[in-house]
C-alpha cells in the first residue's frame, strides 16, 4: 500500500531512514511524508514544472562543498551500515543545493550516482533522461576531493559574562 501511494524509493528510503538496520523499529507512518518531500525537491533541482533545466555551466564552490561533503558521508556510512545517517546527509545536500539554486550537470550526476543505491528508480529516470542510454549502476561512484571540504572562513563566537553576543569571522589561514 504503502509503495502504491508514495513510491517504492520512498518505501525503501524511508525504511533506512528509521533507524540502524540491527535495531527494531516500531512501524510509523508520520515520517514518510518527508522522506517523499525530499524525493520530490530533488526532482525539482532537475525539472521546473515539465521542463527539464539542466545547465552545463561550471560548479560553484559551495555547490562543490555540498556534494563533496555528502560523497564523504555516504562513502563512510554505507561501509558502516550506517544508512539513517546518509538519508540525513542527503537531505541537508538536496536543501543546501537547492538554495544555491544549482542545476548544474557535473554537480547532479554525482549527486545522482551516490543517490542511486537508496532510491534506485528515481535516480534511473533521471539518469536517462540526462542522456545516459547505460544503467546509473554503471556508473562510477565518485571519489570525493578533500580540497573542496576544507573552510575559507571560521566564525568565532564572542560571549560576555556567559552570553553569546555576536560571531566574528575570521580567514582561516589567519594566525
Same mark, same amino acid.
Given at each position: ?38 524525493l520530490r ?10 521542463d527539464l ?9 559551495? $555547490? ?12 563512510? &556510512?554505507? *561501509?558502516?551500515? %550506517?544508512? +539513517?545517517? =546518509? ?36 535516480? $534511473? ?12 549502476? &554503471?556508473? *562510477?561512484?565518485? %571519489?570525493? +576531493?578533500? =580540497? ?25 589561514d589567519a594566525?
Amino acid at each position: 500500500d504503502v509503495a502504491e501511494k508514495y513510491g517504492a524509493d520512498t518505501l525503501r528510503m524511508y525504511e533506512m531512514f528509521l533507524g540502524p538496520l540491527e535495531q527494531s523499529k516500531p512501524w510509523d507512518m508520520n515520517g514518510i511524508d518527508g522522506v517523499h518531500r525530499f524525493l520530490r525537491k530533488m526532482w525539482s533541482l532537475f525539472y521546473k514544472e515539465e521542463d527539464l533545466i539542466i545547465t552545463n555551466n561550471e560548479p560553484t564552490k559551495e $555547490e562543490l562543498k555540498s556534494l563533496h561533503k555528502l560523497i564523504k558521508k555516504v562513502s563512510t &556510512d554505507v *561501509e558502516s551500515f %550506517s544508512f +539513517n545517517t =546518509s538519508i540525513a546527509a542527503f537531505m541537508i545536500c538536496v536543501n543546501e543545493l537547492t538554495s544555491l539554486k544549482c542545476n548544474k550537470r557535473a554537480i547532479l550526476e554525482e549527486l545522482l550516482v551516490v543517490l542511486a543505491p537508496f532510491a534506485p528508480f528515481v535516480t $534511473e529516470e533521471l539518469w536517462y533522461t540526462l542522456g545516459h542510454p547505460e544503467s546509473i549502476f &554503471d556508473a *562510477e561512484w565518485p %571519489s570525493y +576531493n578533500e =580540497s573542496y571540504l576544507v573552510e575559507d572562513v571560521i566564525s568565532y563566537t564572542i560571549s560576555f559574562n556567559g552570553k553569546a553576543r555576536f560571531s566574528i569571522e575570521f580567514a582561516a589561514d589567519a594566525t
